[in-house]
């Protein structure tokens, strides 16, 4: 199936539907050389799109519909998946999931949020996102990991923690909070990656690791465009929320600017969803190279270090201008 277009390549995707027509044209078709023509038309575009995306597009790409996700890259990079259910609490939620898993030569406690593909698991994973229980479920096994000498992978995808009224009377910010101190002490390696949205409190409650890293065309924020286009100006439209986007730094390139990431993993051209395969590739690659650092540091050492880097976000310094 080819990838749905975004707003800001429906060229690409017409260039795209023409090779497709030529290519099946077989006998009948144009020349290679033409054939190749079109195809380097189309790659030039996409690199040059891609490259330069504002923070809007940015968004756009995050939420693609047809972007890996949780389930696909446990099956894609990682070994012996074995989903661990339940809060021992309320109940199992679908939104974030957790798992014993094996990446090259390392076993994990894998946690990451899940989406859905289509409409019916969709809902039962809420849209990505999570109940005070994905959050209870995802700190128990984070905790049994940690008694066990278990690296953790964090791969974090959601719009934010679900904000309905059941999830805040059975504790979702207190629990969110409770998960962000728990990790901040937990020792074991932690490495997480938003692989897609990072929205808000729902991704900082698996998001405190010592390294933290994000897919090219990720977004990590305190809030959505969407919400803070609404608090600021009223409505959230398509002028509106590209403003919005925009003024809150949440791409890739400047959160690793500002220090907020470690770590920017490239995409392949046109995106995650256009080579998943070869996204998961990479993504591999980055996690087991960290792994085989923090695993080598000593507990007191890792502790220490994610500490630091977690006091030190924010600090500036400022000149003062001297008296005449």
Not at 18 to 36: F, I, M, R, W, Y
Not at 194 to 219: C, F, K, N, W
Not at 244 to 250: M, W
Request: hydrophobic residues 40%; proline residues 6%.
């Amino acid at each position: 199936m080819p990838p749905s277009p975004l707003p800001f390549e429906e060229d690409i995707y017409e260039l795209e539907q023409s090779l497709a027509v030529l290519e099946a044209a077989g006998p009948d078709a144009p020349n290679a050389t033409e054939l190749k023509r079109i195809r380097r038309e189309i790659l030039s575009l996409q690199k040059a799109r891609f490259s330069n995306l504002q923070a809007w597009d940015t968004i756009l790409v995050s939420r693609h519909p047809q972007r890996p996700q949780f389930l696909d890259y446990s099956g894609l990079i990682f070994e012996e998946f074995v989903e661990l259910h339940g809060d021992r609490a309320f109940g199992d939620d679908r939104a974030l999931r957790t798992g014993l898993a094996r990446i090259g030569d390392f076993k994990v406690m894998l946690v990451g949020h899940h989406k859905g593909r289509n409409r019916e698991e969709r809902q039962q994973c809420f849209y990505g996102c999570a109940h005070p229980e994905g959050y209870r479920k995802a700190l128990s096994k984070m905790q049994i990991a940690a008694k066990f000498g278990l690296p953790i992978v964090c791969l974090i995808d959601t719009p934010g923690a679900y904000p309905g009224i059941g999830a805040e009377q059975r504790g979702q910010s207190q629990l969110i909070a409770t998960s962000i101190l728990e990790m901040s002490q937990l020792p074991t390696p932690i490495v997480c990656v938003v692989i897609g949205e990072g929205g808000s409190g729902g991704a900082l409650g698996i998001g405190v690791g010592d390294r933290v890293g994000m897919l090219q065309h990720a977004y990590y924020s305190v809030i959505s465009p969407e919400g803070c286009a609404g608090i600021l100006w009223k409505v959230a439209t398509d002028e509106t929320k590209p403003r919005a986007a925009s003024a809150l730094k949440l791409t890739a390139n400047e959160l690793l600017a500002n220090k907020i990431i470690d770590e920017i993993i490239p995409e392949p051209i046109g995106g995650a969803h256009r080579n998943p395969r070869e996204m998961g590739q990479s993504l591999k690659l980055c996690l087991i190279r960290w792994l085989r650092e923090l695993t080598a540091t000593p507990v007191e050492t890792l502790l220490a270090s994610r500490y630091d880097r977690y006091r030190s976000i924010g600090l500036f310094t400022e000149a003062v201008a001297a008296a005449e």
